[in-house]
């Protein structure tokens, strides 16, 4: 628990550190923007593929794989439903766009952090849950995947908070608590991977699940509403290849 809370916050002061990025660079061109989701969607595949796949199917008999599969299905169909219902934003280009509400005159900080907690819930769960047997090279390797999409991540987020008229003090701030809400999902993580191996395989199948859902249905489309899926494409190559070669570092 220890060590995974230790790298959650890891997780947390580098998103911190894309946020600062942020108020330094407050203009960003779409093809920027676009590169940098398809940069974090390319590590978050690579860690998921990498480090959660190989756990989920680490057992051979029939019923693990079906518990595995049938974690992947409940992550997609847990953030799906979280998409769907949950009235949020989301982020483009540097602009929001606002999602259909039940209240439209819903305060639209609140559905920005709202859309950032659905991203939030598998990298927690993710950074978590390889640390639930203690440190090994496949969590270090996922923590350090998570530490790397987080940078551009933060960058991209605090880019509509000053447009929306913040300042620069209170963006920061609230990008920071915005990044703390990842812990809980650590936590929890930890947890989940030091239960009994059935359960382990059932949540390491989950956040997989979780995890690729966000990427096919909200990260690399959104990196290609803009003409640029070309860089977007190479840029999610470059994430692949950077966290495949974390391994061997």
Sequence with gaps: MIYAIIAGCCVILTSVFGSVLGLIFRKITHRINDMFLGFAAGVM?????????PTAFSQSEFSAI?????????GAVFI??????????????G???????P???ANRTLLLVIAIAIHNIPEGL????????????NALMVAASMMIQKIPEGLIVMIPLLRMGMSKTRALLFSFGVALMMLPGVVIGAILGSLPVMLEILFYGFTFGAIIYVVSDEIIPESHEHGYQRYATFALIVGIITVAMLQYI
């Design 45 to 53: 595949m690579a860690a998921a593929f990498l480090g959660l796949l």
């Design 66 to 74: 079906s518990v595995a599969v049938f974690g992947i299905i409940a």
């Design 80 to 93: 799906s439903l979280l998409d769907r219902f949950i009235p949020h934003i989301h982020i483009d280009g």
């Design 95 to 101: 602009q929001m766009r606002e999602e259909s509400s």
């Design 103 to 105: 209240n439209p005159r």
């Design 126 to 137: 993710a950074t978590g849950i390889v640390f639930g047997k203690g440190v090994s090279g």
